[in-house]
């Protein structure tokens, strides 16, 4: 695909590759959405530090890919906010593979707020929202809240269940650990309806387990 020129061999064939195992067909104009958005994080982390990562390949794999991994709980979702959003991990690149979600990003750091609608400008993205402040404060309504960020789990449901209807879900990424933290959750007793599950994923074109904590309210 000629947009994946402009990223290295290897590079391209982890994104085309990544997409496939994510159910997603590489098709021209998501490769070129994504090869801008890598090149664009690229230029402002020089500057800014939108992220620790700074090999084209981790980005595409630890961040893109990574990302993608809670489509498959999104199927009958609408709205989405992305508490924590940093440089748009998950939400922007969630918005990027299904653009007619209704996408909230919220994150207080200036810099990485301004790096977010920047990109939205340059990726030419409708129905989507950069909230520069934190979860508490805003009044939002969505279907589903995810995030990447270093929430735990009984922490996240404090500050961001106000944002969901009654129904709604809470999608967070954990690594081993995540055990742990479900044991924490006993006797949240604002929660009484509160069901929660956890789903073992391999992170595409790679052999890293990831585990999706899906919270039903």
């Known amino acids: 695909m000629k947009e994946a020129q402009n990223l290295d061999t290897q590079t391209a064939e982890i994104l085309i590759r990544g997409l496939r195992e ?5 098709d021209h104009e998501l490769i070129s959405k994504f090869t801008i958005y890598l090149q664009e994080l690229m230029k402002w982390n020089r500057v800014y530090n939108i992220t620790a990562l700074k090999k084209e390949k981790e980005i595409v794999q630890k961040h893109f890919l990574d990302s993608l991994l809670y489509l498959s709980f999104l199927k009958d979702i609408h709205s989405v906010a992305d508490v924590g ?25 200036r810099k990485k707020a301004a790096f977010l609608k920047h990109m939205i400008f340059r990726l030419k993205l409708d129905d989507i929202q950069v909230h520069q402040q934190r979860v508490e404060a805003l009044s939002i309504k969505v279907e589903a809240a995810v995030s990447r960020a270093l929430f735990k789990i009984k922490d996240f449901l404090k500050r961001a269940s106000h944002i969901l209807y009654q129904g709604g879900i809470i999608i967070l990424n954990k690594g081993p650990e995540v055990q742990k933290e479900l044991e924490n959750l006993k006797g949240l007793k604002q929660f009484p309806t509160l069901s929660i599950q956890v789903f073992e994923k391999i992170l595409p074109t790679t ?4 585990y999706l904590v899906v919270v039903k309210l």
């Open 207 to 210: 052999e890293i387990k990831r």
């Open 85 to 109: 959003s940093g440089g748009g991990f998950p939400g922007l690149v969630l918005k990027i593979a299904r653009p007619e979600l209704s996408m909230h990003l919220i994150e207080p750091s």
């Open 22 to 26: 994510s159910g997603i067909e590489p």
